[in-house]
């Protein structure tokens, strides 16, 4: 499973490794007042959030990316986000990032699942565990 630690601030050659994080249906969210935006919509809604704690330096969020975006066409009653962990560092260390990429999954605003790596299996059954919930939820 791919993961990266939370990289040291002085690291700052990133000029060949930007990468596109949110791409499809995935929401960049680069401001508090954003995410808060973002989850007060999926709450109106009804949707489930799947936020994707990530990096443009991490080589694991990079291979996941193209495959989270894909997730987010496919599953439109769920709404992807992703943060960039430099980008809102005190946003993030909030959510007590150890390893990125970390994806929450949050209905309400509340945290009903987490994943902590690169894992696209695990992903994806999370997700299937996370749209059967909901149906249950519906009925």
């Known amino acids: ?3 990266c630690l939370t990289k040291n601030q002085g690291d700052e ?11 499809g249906n995935v929401s960049l969210v680069t401001t508090k007042e954003g995410w808060e935006q973002k989850l007060s919509e999926a709450s109106k ?7 994707n704690f990530s990096a443009t330096w991490c080589g ?12 987010s066409e496919k ?4 709404m992807f986000l992703v943060v960039d962990v430099d980008e809102l560092t005190e ?6 990032i150890k390893a990125t990429p970390t994806f929450f999954f949050l209905r309400d605003g509340q945290q009903v699942d987490k994943l902590v790596g690169a894992n696209k299996p695990e992903l994806q059954k999370k997700i299937t565990a996370v749209l ?8």
């Open 1 to 3: 499973m791919g993961l």
């Open 13 to 23: 050659d990133d000029s060949d490794q930007h990468v596109e994080l949110a791409a």
């Open 45 to 51: 809604d009804g949707k489930t959030v799947i936020a």
């Open 60 to 71: 694991p969020c990079r291979m996941i990316a193209p495959f989270y975006c894909e997730l």
């Open 75 to 78: 599953h439109p009653s769920l």
């Open 91 to 96: 946003f993030s260390s909030s959510w007590d």
């Open 132 to 139: 059967d919930s909901a149906v249950h939820c519906q009925k």
